[in-house]
């Protein structure tokens, strides 16, 4: 998959306003790095291309009791270490 995401980008990345991140298995809406999606190596292709827009993480929700502030708050650090510069 992380061929055809990188073909995408190198089409369409410079139109893309918001990504909608998240990771998958057989399940899908997974927190990043809980899955097999190949996140790190899309987030490079990403930053070299200079995007500057907004990162919208995708979670399943966490039932019975949804997400409370430190789940979210670990939630946005994870997300915002795969776009910081390395």
């Known amino acids: 998959i992380l061929k055809e995401w990188q073909k995408f ?17 057989g399940a899908r809406n997974l927190w990043p790095g809980e899955g097999m999606a ?9 930053k070299q291309s200079g995007w500057d ?8 929700p966490k039932l019975p ?8 708050l670990a939630l946005r650090k994870r997300v915002e270490r795969y776009f910081s510069a390395k």
């Open 38 to 46: 190949p996140l790190g190596e899309f987030t490079v292709q990403v």
């Open 9 to 25: 980008w190198s089409a369409f990345g410079s139109r893309v306003k918001e990504i909608h991140f998240n990771d998958f298995t």
């Open 53 to 60: 827009g907004c990162v919208v993480p995708e979670v399943r």
């Open 65 to 72: 009791i949804p997400y409370g502030g430190h789940e979210l």
